[in-house]
């Protein structure tokens, strides 16, 4: 079946099964590979995206779904004012580790600036409950969110290795 879709402000044209989800589209069919794979049950985030700037997962949202719906992915969201907040609060705070949830974390991040720009701790906790980072970087990925809703840089307490029990 032939689906007309609107990401990133181009409509594309993709012929593909009505319960395709949203990410293979997007990923196998688009090229688009910023919205990662994770789970394939929506409990991670990795592949969160916005529709009609709303977080949805794609790993759970058939293309058939999707309608005439804006989607916006990683790959344009620094084109927007919050999402570009954003984007710079992790690269100034170094939230970033393994990398490979940040695209969905960064989405998130987004979708709650844009619906609050001033949002509390327990704000940040609800909005990215969702978003799952093995790497356990929520500390900063809290203190991002809260430079990119403020303008000013929070500090993170970083612990040092040795101070963990760990070698130097």
């Known amino acids: 079946m032939s689906y007309t879709i609107r990401v990133n402000g ?3 044209a993709v012929d593909t ?3 395709t989800p949203l ?3 997007l990923r196998d069919i688009l090229g688009m590979t910023g919205t990662k794979f994770g789970c394939g049950i929506a409990q991670c985030g990795a592949c969160t995206v916005h529709l009609d700037g709303a977080p949805v997962r794609a790993c759970v949202l058939p293309v058939s779904a999707v309608g005439d719906r804006r989607v916006t992915t990683i790959e344009a969201i620094g084109n927007t004012e919050n999402g570009k907040r954003i984007q710079d609060a992790w ?3 170094d939230v970033v580790q ?3 949830c940040q695209s969905g974390q960064i989405m998130a991040a987004t979708a709650l600036l844009n619906r609050n720009p001033a ?3 327990r704000d940040i ?3 990215m409950s969702g978003n799952i980072c093995r790497c356990a970087t929520y500390v900063r990925i809290r203190a991002a969110i809260k430079q990119a809703a403020t303008g000013h840089v929070e ?3 970083v612990v040092p290795l040795v101070a963990q029990g760990g070698r130097p």
């Open 10 to 12: 181009h409509s594309h």
């Open 119 to 121: 949002p509390t701790d």
């Open 23 to 25: 990410l293979w589209v």
């Open 125 to 127: 906790d609800a909005a």
């Open 91 to 93: 690269l100034a705070v």
């Open 17 to 19: 099964s009505a319960d």
């Open 155 to 157: 500090g993170t307490q």
């Open 98 to 100: 393994c990398g490979y």
